[in-house]
């Protein structure tokens, strides 16, 4: 687990100087395309390249069952998440359809399930056993089982890397995964569930109540109430595929791959990167405003502007997808407009 020790790359400030000149010579009043400028200042630093590009994308989709589903936290049974890996494969999935469109790279992750699955023609099988454990009452990982679904995040980014992705976006699939996550974002961030903990996959508001009710008992039990080490707190409460993309956020913030956050779980992921290795933090853009309870609080803590607020709430890495298409047209006009001296059109005075 050394490769974790390693420092992210650091941004080029020349190319980002040279894009924000570039920008100021564009035919309109300064600053006046907002946070299309802003976002392709910051992807030019990060690709080193004053010109940016949105070309090759890299999805990864983790999936993996969770041991705290038995305390009856989810309003789907667990059978879903090994059906919603079988309808990733198939196609059928909003995030399948989306990078179908966006003729992105996607890649499909087995970390464990339940249910048994047969051999699925892509998907990728990297299992650590049937799902988490039941973080009420035991950690949800072993120490192995950690340190392996952070190895598996590390190689879908430097899979990324290999086939030149210009962007890396980490999806998620789960059931009760919403209950890991704000379980995660409550040891880290020492707010109560009741802030962090909401619908999830549609729960009443009694469910929510008795999901919140089973997330403060667990961080009891685990004396999470004033832990500052992450990689414990992830052990502890965390999920496999959490754990991926962490892994793969931390790699490809060290191999240069600027990471698009997708909704409520992802950012938890991120944020669980972030407090490993703070100098990832340059590498995140974060895609969209999930709806989910919670996500609005590791927003602030992650200290990021969301591209999108769609009330979206779905994971799968589909809301960041969707913002794929606003950084391809920020890097269109960044490109393509016509500067003053070219277009003979005179500048502010």
């Not at 249910?115 to 650590?128: D, K, M, Y």
């Not at 913002?323 to 490109?335: E, G, K, T």
Request: with cysteine; charged share 15%; aromatic share 4%.
């Amino acid at each position: 687990m050394n490769w974790l020790e390693q420092t992210a790359q650091q941004p080029c400030q020349t190319s980002r100087q040279q894009a924000e000149g570039r920008q100021q010579q564009l035919t309109k009043p300064p600053g006046s395309l907002g946070q299309l400028e802003a976002i392709t200042i910051q992807l030019a630093g990060l690709q080193q390249n004053s010109i940016p590009k949105i070309d090759t994308i890299a999805i990864s989709i983790f999936a993996g069952d969770h041991g705290i589903a038995a305390e009856n936290v989810s309003a789907f049974p667990q059978a879903v998440t090994g059906e919603m890996i079988r309808n990733f494969a198939g196609g059928g999935a909003a995030i399948a359809v989306l990078a179908k469109q966006l003729n992105a790279q996607l890649r499909v992750c087995n970390l464990g399930t339940v249910s048994q699955l047969e051999t699925i023609n892509g998907v990728e099988s990297e299992l650590l056993g049937p799902g988490t454990a039941n973080f009420s009452q035991q950690a949800a990982m072993t120490e192995e089982q950690l340190k392996k679904a952070l190895t598996v995040g590390k190689q879908h980014a430097d899979g990324a890397k290999t086939k030149a992705a210009d962007i890396f976006i980490g999806g998620e699939m789960g059931i009760a995964n919403t209950t890991s996550a704000a379980a995660l974002a409550c040891a880290l961030l020492q707010q109560p569930a009741s802030v962090l903990s909401g619908a999830g996959t549609g729960l009443n508001a009694e469910s929510q109540l008795h999901k919140q009710k089973v997330i403060t008992q667990a961080l009891i039990a685990h004396s999470l109430n004033n832990s500052t080490q992450p990689l414990n707190c992830l052990r502890l409460v965390g999920g496999f595929e959490i754990a991926a993309l962490v892994g793969a956020y931390i790699r490809c913030a060290q191999i240069g791959i600027p990471l698009l956050i997708d909704g409520f779980i992802t950012s938890v992921a991120a944020l669980t990167a972030l407090r490993i290795r703070p100098d990832i933090h340059p590498w995140l853009i974060l895609g969209h405003h999930s709806s989910e309870a919670g996500h609005s609080t590791v927003i602030k803590a992650l200290g990021l502007q969301p591209l999108l607020d769609l009330q979206m709430r779905l994971g799968e890495g589909s809301g960041a997808a969707c913002a794929i298409p606003l950084l391809q047209l920020a890097c269109a006009l960044h490109q393509q407009m016509a500067t003053f001296e070219s277009a003979k059109v005179s500048g502010k005075k």
